[in-house]
């Protein structure tokens, strides 16, 4: 177990040096602008949506939490769900500090919030939290190896790691209309959505962080609009607007025009809406303990794999 540690230790410290995709502090001003927006609230039904879905996961949990971290927090959209029966503290952390100023909390719990930067070592003791929990968050994150590894150092022995974020197949629809006309028109294309997390890198990742007994999910959540303005248009104003650090940064009018017409030649009904795909990957992973289920020793099985057919013939004990 100790060497197994330092291993851990090792990646995570050595990995937080890696390259970087997005553009931290783009995203940060995506955030401020998010949270002082008086009309944002009404673009955030993905994140209601997927924060409601991550809080039921936590009430499958058969014990009591006594400390949670939350990664990213937004306006709330787990804390809202949960009440003392499942966790006693839980801690709002973002990278935002307006934010924080607007999120919501909840009087069942013991809230507390903190400015925190995925992009370095989580400011908590060793195992000393017992859950930590992200929703359309980490997608954001430059270097999820050594977030996941920091998550995994802060956690206790049998600590639950669980969260959902967006996945490579996300709004594919978008991304194929704009190539579409940008090579129509300009002869190549730009990066205008970002690139996501394949589901397989994912558990991955997990694995290399030191997390056992995986559990992932893939979900698609479509949502209808009149056309790709208004889809930008909501993007931007639940702050899920593109950050890469190489991103095409001008938009031109007339490719805008013909994008639009091909988004809804390709994706659009006869109604004349169109459909955007939100790919949601969702995990959980455990950090080790002794009292967790052990894999079977190599050798100790009773009957060959090729022996399965004749189980409806074994006679009942």
Request: proline fraction near 3%; glycine fraction near 6%; include cysteine.
């Amino acid at each position: 177990m100790l060497a197994s540690a330092l291993r851990v230790s090792a990646r995570r410290q050595s990995s937080f040096g890696a390259m970087n995709v997005f553009d931290r502090e783009a995203k940060r001003r995506h955030r401020d602008r998010w949270a002082t927006d008086p009309q944002a609230e009404k673009s955030d039904y993905l994140k209601e949506e997927v924060g409601y879905r991550l809080a039921d996961r936590l009430f499958d949990i058969k014990r009591k939490l006594n400390t949670v971290v939350e990664l990213g927090c937004g306006r709330g959209y787990i804390a809202q769900h949960l009440d003392q029966e499942i966790v006693e503290n839980l801690i709002m952390c973002d990278m935002s500090s307006k934010v924080l100023d607007v999120a919501r909390g909840n009087d069942k719990l013991n809230i507390r919030k903190m400015m925190v930067d995925e992009e370095q070592p989580l400011p908590f003791e060793k195992d000393s939290i017992d859950a930590v929990v992200s929703s359309m968050n980490l997608h954001w994150v430059n270097n999820l190896p050594g977030l996941f590894c920091s998550v995994f150092d802060v956690l206790k022995p049998d600590g639950v790691f669980t969260g959902s974020l967006l996945g490579s197949d996300t709004l594919y629809e978008l991304r194929g209309a704009i190539q579409t006309a940008e090579n129509e028109l300009e002869g190549g294309f730009g990066i205008h959505v970002s690139p996501f997390v394949q589901a397989s890198d994912l558990g991955g990742l997990l694995r290399s962080a030191g997390f056992t007994m995986l559990t992932l999910d893939s979900d698609m959540i479509c949502v209808g609009y009149p056309s790709m303005r208004e889809l930008m248009a909501d993007l931007k104003s639940m702050a899920e607007n593109n950050c890469v650090l190489n991103r095409k940064t001008h938009f031109h009018r007339k490719t805008q025009e013909l994008a639009v017409k091909k988004y809804q030649e390709l994706y659009g009904d006869d109604k004349g809406n169109i459909r955007a795909s939100f790919h949601i990957l969702s995990f959980i992973g455990w950090k080790p303990h002794e009292s967790q289920p052990k894999p079977a020793k190599r050798g100790s099985a009773t009957m060959s794999l090729k022996d399965l057919h004749k189980l409806h013939d074994k006679p009942a004990e």
